[in-house]
């Protein structure tokens, strides 16, 4: 069965420095997005991405914040500059375009802790 | 903005025995997507259960089921023969189709515990 596969699983870096988390989607999927879930709460989305660009992002994705399709198969989010609060696990989904069978097929999550 | 609201932060179960998680969203849409979501301790996220807006008919996989009431804006799992093994948060979500965006919306979770 075709799934998401992210890479790292956990990810410990410093206050201050970038990071990239990785992401492979389900080969066929038009849709890419990643959320974020901090310990505790809730999954929250920060960003869409279709057709090679930015659909949606919410208020958490600041400038901060960039994603890439680099290659046709990997779907990267980098965060530049992280802080404390950045500490949570990230979530890479994809899905198909075709209805009605829109299902967000979720990655295992990147678990991120930033020290 | 559409929201979903889950009331019950924690519920438990006796195995084998039936539990209804409940589940409600505000939205101005008439066309929109329902899920449940099972997150085990591996935090993994794992489709549970999906219901169209356009169809009356509540949707079942196996032992789980909906009771979608849309004009109440109301979206229950059912849980029925619960197993150790559905011990898990479970988030209910939201989703308009369309715009280049199919994002969740997700509620804060009901963390359930099948007891033996």
């Known amino acids: 069965e075709p799934e998401v596969t992210q890479t790292p699983s956990h990810q410990v870096t410093q206050m201050g420095q970038e990071v990239i988390l990785r992401c492979v989607p389900i080969?066929?999927?038009?849709?890419f997005y990643w959320y974020r879930q901090i310990l505790g709460q809730k999954v929250e989305f920060l960003v869409s991405?279709?057709?090679?660009?930015?659909?949606?992002k919410s208020e958490i994705f600041d400038d901060q914040f960039s994603v890439e399709r680099p290659d046709g198969s990997n779907f990267t989010l980098k965060i530049r500059s992280t802080k404390l609060e950045d500490s949570a696990m990230y979530f890479c989904?994809?899905?198909?375009?075709?209805?009605?069978?829109?299902?967000?097929?979720f990655g295992q999550g990147t678990r991120l802790t930033v020290v | 903005a559409q929201t979903v609201t889950q009331s019950q932060p924690e519920m438990s179960v006796q195995e084998a025995e039936t539990v209804t998680l409940s589940c409600t969203y505000d939205?101005?849409?008439?066309?929109?997507?329902l899920f449940w979501y099972k997150q085990p301790p591996s935090r993994q996220m794992i489709l549970v259960i999906r219901?169209?807006?356009?169809?009356?008919q509540n949707a079942t996989e196996n032992r789980f089921s909906v009771n979608f009431q849309k004009a109440a804006k109301s979206f229950s799992l059912k849980i029925s023969d619960s197993q150790l093994g559905d011990t898990a948060m479970y988030f209910c979500?939201?989703?308009?189709?369309?715009?280049?965006?199919?994002?969740?919306?997700f509620g804060k979770g009901t963390k359930l515990t099948v007891n033996p």
């Open positions: 080969s066929n999927h038009l849709y």
């Open positions: 939205t101005s849409e008439s066309n929109y997507y």
């Open positions: 989904a994809s899905s198909h375009l075709l209805r009605p069978n829109t299902e967000a097929f």
């Open positions: 991405f279709y057709n090679n660009e930015i659909s949606e």
């Open positions: 219901q169209e807006a356009y169809k009356q």
């Open positions: 979500a939201f989703m308009k189709p369309g715009g280049g965006s199919e994002k969740l919306v």
